[in-house]
């Protein structure tokens, strides 16, 4: 089955304390982002990444960081945590070459920092 | 730069009643727009989108929704709700720059009464 996977899918951890959140596709997709959802305030991107070792940020990166060593995975680090990075995050990857290809959501990982 | 607004955070209706949920966009170049509906503890799943070969959209589950370049509008509807539709859904663009981000509006949740 096609699908973008994220673990954990909830997660409560403390200020300052490092985190990764695993992200992982199985339809070679090229394109893989990662979101954060508020209320109120829709999805925004948080980090993009075009293919293997090529990733840039998006509209929210302060306070995380990726990787992209393989093709299927899009790991979203946390290094110090703190508050207000208490979210629910998604997943997303697609195919590259035009704006208009569908975006695949994973299931989300909400995340809380005391 | 790019925005969505989506009017109304919370939509009710009656099962039965027709669904309309607004949708306007702000766009510099040709716009990508997407409607996406999260169940809840789901991830985000595509209902549609226009990638303007016809100005109106027909998706999954009996939605459409028909883009007016006028109105810069991309109003999502349905003639007969159903319970099942109860979500939340959000509207997305695509386009400028930043290949593959997409921008979100705030997100409208749809309350189904019996």
């Known amino acids: 089955e096609a699908q973008v996977t994220q673990n954990p899918r909830y997660l409560i951890t403390v200020t300052g304390k490092k985190l990764t959140v695993t992200c992982s596709q199985n339809m070679n997709h090229e394109y893989m982002s990662w979101y954060r959802q508020d209320p109120g305030l829709g999805l925004r991107q948080i980090y993009y990444s075009m293919n293997v070792e090529v990733t840039d940020k998006g509209d929210v990166p302060e306070g995380y960081k990726v990787s992209r060593k393989e093709k299927r995975n899009f790991p979203l680090i946390l290094e110090s945590p703190s508050p207000n990075q208490t979210s629910l995050y998604f997943c997303?990857?697609?195919?590259?070459?035009?704006?208009?290809?569908?975006?695949?959501f994973g299931p989300g990982t909400r995340l809380t920092v005391l | 730069a790019q925005s969505v607004t989506q009017l109304g955070s919370h939509v009710s209706v009656s099962e039965g009643a027709l669904v309309l949920l607004r949708c306007n966009y702000s766009?510099?170049?040709?716009?990508?727009l997407f409607w996406y509906v999260q169940y809840p503890n789901q991830g985000l799943q595509l209902l549609l989108k226009y990638t303007s070969a016809a100005t109106l959209v027909k998706g999954i589950n009996g939605f459409e929704a028909e883009f007016k370049k006028s109105e810069t509008s991309f109003h999502l509807t349905k003639p007969s709700a159903h319970m099942s539709d109860a979500a939340e859904y959000f509207c997305?663009?695509?386009?400028?720059?930043?290949?593959?981000?997409?921008?979100f509006g705030q997100g409208t949740i749809l309350t189904v009464h019996p």
């Open positions: 997305a663009l695509a386009g400028g720059t930043s290949y593959g981000k997409l921008t």
């Open positions: 997303a990857s697609s195919l590259r070459g035009q704006k208009n290809n569908e975006q695949f």
């Open positions: 766009s510099s170049v040709p716009p990508y």
